[in-house]
């Protein structure tokens, strides 16, 4: 079979970058379906996927099954001696691809919550865009057919709830905590991170559209693991699962430090609102998770007091009437 010629003559250098903390069990799945992505690139355009793992100091046997699996199959490995959180992983892989002169590196989750087969659709994006995008952001909340199974209540609210401050703000987002992103190299590495953790993710979204780079979203699976197969001591100490309002007042502070803007908007609210729609619906499904953003969305533009709305649904309703 001849390779298929790129999406466009605009050929990139691509890593898939991978963080990686406590995922031994994860780790002999994902590595062999990210080895099937890497052999259908050179197949279908004649193009390498490099693979960057960051193993963020994991106390399980990720380290290990690592280096084992680098016997079958290619990847490079970056270990973390201690913890230092999952911001800090994405930012060790973003000095990497800068060093090793990438132009787009991919982040992607090893648990099995990311699809494969959607880095041919972010290289297919990447490589049609030219010089118009600087970050691509996987949304699990576009496409009701890519609705594949419910995702945590909690966590969807908490989503939609931020989002929507970050629409008000001058951005046009329906996830902002998807793990699946493509970052331009050279852009990426301009951006001055404070913040390790979990909610770093927040800091690159409010100071990239500081620096005007240019953000869009395609759509990506909802795959969620099951709550009950996460490890109990996992779930007891890391941030992700904390409680909602507890996740709700640190993402919110965040955005008062860097968003002036915001500061009518409180924790208050947000509890409030949050406490309201994670009582009025059972399940979050693809016949309600829009409706239920965009109520979300309004009812935060009303707080602003900021009509019109600059949300993607309302955006998108006006360019088409």
Known sequence: MQPQNPPSTNSQKI??????????????????????AQEKFLERYNQPLDILVVDDGSDDCTKERL???????????????????????????????????????ISFDMDGQHAPDYLEEFYKYICNSGD????????????????????????FLVNAIIT?????????????????KAHRVTDINRIQF??????????MILKANHLGLNI??????????????????????RFIFARAEHRLAKYLNIIHNLEPEAHNITICLLTEIYRKY??????????????????IIHEIAH???????????????????
């Open 132 to 155: 118009t995008v600087d970050i691509i952001s996987g949304s699990r909340y576009r496409d009701p057919q890519l609705f594949w199974q419910p995702p945590w209540k909690d966590r």
């Open 303 to 321: 707080q602003f007091g900021a009509f019109p709305c600059r949300c993607v649904y309302c955006t998108t309703s006006l360019q088409s009437s």
């Open 278 to 295: 994670y009582r009025k619906y059972e399940e979050i499904t693809a016949d309600n998770f829009a409706y239920i953003q965009m109520s």
């Open 164 to 180: 929507s401050i970050l629409n008000y703000l001058g951005l046009q987002l329906t996830d902002s905590f998807c793990g699946m």
């Open 216 to 237: 869009k979203e395609i759509a990506v699976p909802v795959i969620y693991k099951d709550r009950s197969c996460v490890k109990t001591e996992e779930r007891s100490t």
């Open 67 to 105: 280096l084992h699996h680098q016997n079958n199959y290619e990847f490079s490995l970056i270990h973390h001696s201690q913890n230092q959180g999952y911001g800090k992983t994405l930012q060790t892989g973003f000095a990497y691809a800068k060093e090793n002169e990438y132009d787009w590196v």
């Open 194 to 203: 404070t913040l390790d953790g979990y909610e770093m993710p927040i800091e």
């Open 15 to 36: 890593l898939v970058m991978i963080p990686c903390y406590n995922e031994e069990d994860s780790i002999c799945q994902s590595l062999a379906l990210l080895h099937d």
